[in-house]
C-alpha cells in the first residue's frame, strides 16, 4: 500500500518532465509544477509513515539486463532524507511556478521545468536506491539534470566557466564513488546495500573512495570550489534544491555506507571530524568577506556541510569509545542539523532569488532599506537567517546544541588525545557558529535594513505571491521544525534529552512582551515631545553613510587575515633617475584564492601536461600504431603466461 | 636407398628441423636486407620452404589438404606475387629502403631472438597439458616468431613495398602455425591468398600512387586535416 505513494511520486515526476517538453506554455509549466507538489506531497506522507512506524519497505526489483537489477528499499535513514527532499520540493515547486517565468526565452523555461522535475526525481530515487547500480544510474542523472540547470543561461562566460567546474568536480566524484562500490564490490560479491561485517582493513580503500567522492559532491573542504562557482549560476530555485537537497542527498550517500559497517577504525573518525570542522570554519571565514548574496550562501552551506559532518565524525568515535548514548546524540545532531539546513538554506536561496529579482543584482552592497519595498520576504528571509544563525528557539539551534551537547559529555573519555582533538574541535564549532551569527547579521542588516544604497534597491517591488507562498511553506516547516523539535524526537524514539523549544519559545515570546509593557510604562512622564536632535550639521541621512558590507565585515577580515592571504602589489614610477620625485603608480589588493591556486590549479596543469604526454601516443603514424599493437601482443603473451 | 630414408618419418623431422633453421635465417634476412630485390628473393625463398615443410610433413602424415596448401603456396607466393611485387619495384624505380623506423637491423635482430624465446616461454605454457610431438611444438614455436617477426618488419621498415613484405612474412608465420597447430581449413588457406592478392594490388596503388613511403602518405593526410596534426 505504503509503495503506491512512491509511484504515484514517480509517475507525477515522470509527467512533469515530459509535459513542458511536449506542450511549450505557461500552462503546461504550471501543470509540470504542479505535479511536482502533488509527488512531494505523497512522499511526505510515505516518509513520515516510514519513519513513524519504522517498518522497512522494499520494492520489487525491475531487470533490464540479467545481472543489472534496480531495486528499491526504504528504511528509516531513508525515509528522513525522503522528508527532507519532499519538504523542500513542496516549497520550491510553488515558488518556481512565477519564478521560472522570468527566464530569458520560452524554450529556457520549458527545459528548466523538465530538468527541476526530472533533477527531483533522480534525488528521491538515489535515496531510495537498494543497490549499487540504481544508486549510480540515479547519481548519474542527477549530476546531469544539475548540471544542465547549472548551464541554463549558456550563453554567458559565468555560467560556462561555473558548468564546466562543476562538470570536472561532479565527474571526479562519480569516479571515486564508482572505484569505492567497484572496491566493495570485489570484497562482498554483491552490488546489494546491506551490512559490512569486514574486518576495517578490508574497507579503507572503500571509505577512502566513499569519503572523497561523497565529500566532493558535499563541498568539503578542500574540495568546496564548485560550491561558490555552481550556485550562483543556477537558477535560485535550483541553489536551492542543489544546496538543499543535492548535498544531503551526498551525505545520505556516506551515511548509508558508514552506518552499515560493524567494526570502523577510529582514524576514520578522526579524519571526519577534523574535514568537518575544517569546512564549517573556513566556510564561514570564507562567507564573511563575500558580497555576492548567492556566493555567500554556498559558501554558508559549506559551513553547514562541515558541521555534519563533524557530527558523523563525533558519532564514529563515540561508537568506538563505547559510548552509546553520545554516539547517538552525535548522529541524530548531524542527521536533524541536515534536515534543518535543507529547510532554511532552501528558503535563504529562495529569499535571494526574490531579492535578485526585485533588483537585478546579486551584489549586496547595492541593496539596503528592502524591508520597506518587500516587507514580507523580509519577514521570510529573517524566520531563515535567525535559525541558521542558530539563535533559540528554531530548529537550527536545537541542531547544533546537541551537537554542542555531545562535545560537553565527551570529558568522560579517557583517551587524553582524543580529548584534546575534541576540545579542539570543539572550540573551531563554537568559532563556527559564533561567525555564522554575525554573517547573517551582515547579510540581512545591509539587505534589508538602513536605506537603499542603489536605484535598483529603491526601485524594487515586491515579488509576485507564488513566489511568496513558497517561500511561506519552508518557512513555516523551518518554524514547526524548531518549536516541535524535541517532540518529533521524541516520537521517532530518540530520547535525547532536548529541552521543549515551544516551552522555551513561549517564555521568549512572554518575556519580550512583558519587557516592552514595562518600558512603555515606565519612566518620569507619560507626555511625549518630541524634538529634532542635533545632526552634527549633517542635515540629512544619507545611504553613503551607512555601513558597508565590506566595512561591516572588515574587522573579522583582519582578525583572519592569515586565511585570506591577500597579496599587495605595487608599482611606481619617477620623475628622476635618483627615484625622489614620484611620478604615477599602481597598487593592487589580491585576494589569493588559496585552494583553487594552490591545489586546483597545480592539479590542472599536471593533468593537462600529462594528457598532453598521452596525446603525442596518437600522432597518426601507421607505425607507431602497429608498434602498439606489437607491444600489446608480447605484453598479452607474457601477461597469460605468468599471471593468467 | 632414398626412397627407404623418405619413408622413414625420423629423417623427415629432421629435414623438417633444418627446414625451421632456415626459414628463421630467411626472417633475420628480411630483417636486415636492404636492396628490395633480393628481399623479394628471400620472401620467394621462405615460401619455399613453406611448400617443402608442408610437402615432408604430408609424407609423415598422408594429409591431403597439405599437398593442396603447398601446391597454393607455390603458385600464389613463390611465383605470382614476387612477380607482381618485382614488376611494381621496376615500375617505381625504387630498389633500395635505406631507413628503419625505432629499430635498426641489429637491434630488430636481438629483438627477434627475444621473440623465439618469448614464443617459446608462451607455447611451452599452453601446450604442456596437450600431447604432442616435438616437432609439432617447434613448428608452432616458429610459426608464431614468424608472425611477430612480420609484425617488426611492418613497424621497422618504411617503404610500402617492404611493408608488404612484413605482412607476407606475418602470412607465412600463420600458414606454419597453423600447418603444425590449429590443422586450418583449405578454404580460410585460399581466402588468406585473396587477401594476399588484394593487398599486393593495394600496395601496387599506394606505392605508385602515393611516391612510395607511408610518411608521405601520412603527410598528404596531414594537409587534407584528415588527422588533427597533433603529431607534429
Same mark, same amino acid.
Request: net charge positive.
Given at each position: 500500500m505504503l509503495e503506491a505513494f512512491i509511484y504515484i511520486a514517480v509517475i507525477a515526476l515522470i509527467t512533469g518532465t515530459v509535459l513542458p517538453l511536449l506542450y511549450s506554455s505557461k500552462k503546461s509549466r504550471k501543470a509540470s509544477f504542479g505535479l511536482s507538489f502533488v509527488s512531494s506531497i505523497f512522499l511526505l506522507v510515505f516518509a513520515g509513515t516510514i519513519l513513524y512506524t519504522g517498518e522497512e519497505s522494499v520494492f520489487p526489483a525491475i531487470r533490464f539486463i540479467p545481472g543489472l537489477d534496480f531495486t528499491l528499499t526504504a528504511d528509516r535513514l531513508s525515509g528522513g532524507f525522503i522528508l527532507l527532499i519532499a519538504a523542500v520540493v513542496s516549497g520550491v515547486s510553488i515558488y518556481s511556478v512565477e519564478y521560472v517565468e522570468h527566464a530569458k526565452s520560452e524554450a529556457r523555461k520549458d527545459l528548466q521545468a523538465a530538468l527541476t522535475n526530472l533533477f527531483i526525481l533522480a534525488m528521491m530515487m538515489v535515496v531510495l536506491a537498494g543497490n549499487m547500480v540504481c544508486f549510480l544510474v540515479f547519481w548519474e542523472i542527477m549530476s546531469l539534470s544539475s548540471l544542465m540547470l547549472v548551464l541554463?543561461?549558456?550563453?554567458?562566460e559565468e555560467n560556462k566557466k561555473a558548468g564546466l567546474f562543476y562538470f570536472i568536480m561532479t565527474s571526479l566524484s562519480t569516479a571515486f564513488l564508482f572505484m569505492g562500490f567497484i572496491s566493495l564490490f570485489k570484497l562482498t560479491g554483491s552490488a546489494e546495500f546491506g551490512s559490512l561485517n569486514y574486518p576495517a582493513s578490508d574497507l579503507t580503500l572503500p571509505f577512502l573512495c566513499l569519503f572523497t567522492g561523497f565529500g566532493i559532491k558535499a563541498g568539503l573542504v578542500p574540495f568546496h570550489k564548485w560550491l561558490p562557482y555552481a550556485h550562483p549560476a543556477a537558477p535560485s530555485s535550483i541553489s536551492a534544491l542543489m544546496s538543499g537537497v543535492m548535498l544531503k542527498v551526498a551525505i545520505y550517500g556516506f551515511l548509508r555506507f558508514l552506518l552499515s559497517i560493524s567494526t570502523p577504525e577510529l582514524w576514520w573518525g578522526t579524519l571526519i571530524l577534523i574535514a568537518g570542522s575544517l569546512s564549517a570554519v573556513l566556510g564561514v571565514i570564507y562567507a564573511v568577506k563575500e558580497s555576492d548574496i548567492k556566493r555567500l550562501l554556498a559558501y554558508s552551506s559549506i559551513e553547514n556541510i562541515g558541521i555534519i559532518f563533524t557530527g558523523i565524525g563525533l558519532y564514529l568515535i563515540f561508537k568506538l569509545e563505547g559510548v552509546e548514548s553520545l554516539a547517538l546524540l552525535s548522529l541524530a545532531g548531524a542527521c536533524f542539523h541536515a534536515f534543518n539546513h535543507a529547510l532554511f538554506k532552501s528558503l535563504l536561496f529562495l529569499g535571494a532569488g526574490s531579492v535578485v529579482h526585485a533588483t537585478g543584482t546579486r551584489n549586496i552592497e547595492a541593496f539596503g532599506g528592502l524591508i520597506k519595498r518587500m516587507p514580507h520576504t523580509t519577514t521570510l528571509f529573517l524566520i531563515a537567517s535567525v535559525s541558521i544563525a542558530g539563535l533559540p528557539p528554531t530548529s537550527g539551534f536545537v541542531s547544533e546544541m546537541m551537537l554542542f551537547q555531545a562535545y560537553f559529555y565527551s570529558s568522560a573519555l579517557p583517551d587524553p588525545l582524543l580529548k584534546v582533538l575534541l576540545i579542539i574541535t570543539l572550540s573551531v564549532l563554537a568559532l563556527t557558529s559564533a561567525l555564522a551569527a554575525a554573517l547573517f547579521v551582515k547579510l540581512f542588516g545591509i539587505t534589508f535594513l538602513a536605506l537603499p544604497r542603489t536605484r535598483c534597491a529603491q526601485e524594487a517591488t515586491e515579488v509576485p505571491k507564488p513566489m511568496l507562498l513558497g517561500e511561506a511553506m519552508l518557512a513555516i516547516f523551518c518554524i514547526l521544525s524548531g518549536l516541535f523539535s524535541s517532540r518529533i524526537l521524541a516520537l521517532l524514539d530518540f530520547d535525547l534529552g532536548i529541552p521543549d523549544m515551544l516551552l522555551l519559545g513561549l517564555i521568549l515570546v512572554g518575556t519580550c512582551g512583558l519587557v516592552r509593557i514595562a518600558v512603555r510604562n515606565s519612566g518620569p512622564s507619560k507626555t511625549r515631545t518630541s524634538k529634532e536632535t542635533w545632526g552634527c550639521g549633517i542635515l540629512d541621512q544619507l545611504p553613503t553613510m551607512e555601513y558597508t558590507s565590506a566595512g561591516f565585515s572588515e574587522p573579522l577580515v583582519v582578525i583572519f587575515k592569515k586565511i585570506y592571504r591577500t597579496e599587495i602589489s605595487s608599482t611606481r614610477t619617477y620623475s628622476d633617475t635618483k627615484e625622489s620625485i614620484f611620478n604615477s603608480g599602481t597598487a593592487k589588493i589580491h585576494l589569493i584564492k588559496f585552494f583553487q591556486e594552490r591545489l586546483y590549479l597545480p592539479v590542472a596543469y599536471a593533468v593537462s601536461l600529462i594528457s598532453s604526454q598521452v596525446s603525442r601516443?596518437?600522432?597518426?603514424?601507421l607505425d607507431t600504431y602497429v608498434l602498439y599493437v606489437f607491444i600489446a601482443v608480447l605484453t598479452l603473451m607474457t601477461f597469460t603466461r605468468y599471471f593468467a | 636407398m632414398i626412397s627407404s630414408f623418405i619413408a622413414n618419418p625420423a629423417f623427415l623431422e629432421d629435414i623438417i628441423r633444418i627446414l625451421f633453421v632456415f626459414v628463421l635465417i630467411t626472417a633475420a634476412f628480411t630483417l636486415s636486407t636492404r636492396n628490395i630485390a633480393s628481399l623479394l628473393t628471400v620472401y620467394a625463398v621462405q615460401s619455399l620452404l613453406m611448400v617443402l615443410i608442408a610437402i615432408f610433413l604430408y609424407m609423415i602424415e598422408g594429409n591431403k589438404t597439405l599437398i593442396a596448401i603447398a601446391a597454393l603456396t607455390l603458385v600464389s607466393?613463390? &611465383? &605470382?606475387i614476387p612477380l607482381f611485387i618485382d614488376l611494381i619495384g621496376e615500375k617505381i624505380k625504387i630498389s633500395r629502403d635505406l631507413k628503419f623506423n625505432y629499430l635498426e637491423p641489429t637491434a630488430s635482430l636481438i629483438v627477434s631472438m627475444g621473440l623465439i624465446l618469448l614464443a617459446y616461454v608462451f607455447l611451452s605454457g599452453f601446450f604442456s597439458e596437450l600431447i604432442m610431438s616435438k616437432l609439432f611444438f617447434m613448428g608452432a614455436v616458429i610459426g608464431l616468431s614468424l608472425t611477430l617477426m612480420g609484425m617488426l618488419v611492418i613497424f621497422s621498415r618504411r617503404k610500402v613495398i617492404t611493408k608488404a613484405i612484413g605482412y607476407l612474412t606475418m602470412e607465412n608465420g600463420v600458414l606454419l602455425f597453423g600447418i603444425f597447430v590449429a590443422d586450418l581449413p583449405f578454404i580460410i588457406e585460399i581466402l588468406i591468398v585473396i587477401d594476399l592478392m588484394i593487398l599486393v594490388l593495394l600496395t601496387t596503388i599506394l606505392a605508385i600512387g602515393l611516391d612510395s613511403t607511408i610518411e608521405e602518405y601520412h603527410q598528404r593526410l596531414q594537409t587534407l586535416k584528415i588527422w588533427s596534426g597533433s603529431g607534429d
Open positions: 541554463h543561461d549558456y550563453f554567458s601516443m596518437q600522432n597518426g603514424k | 607466393k613463390v &611465383l &605470382l
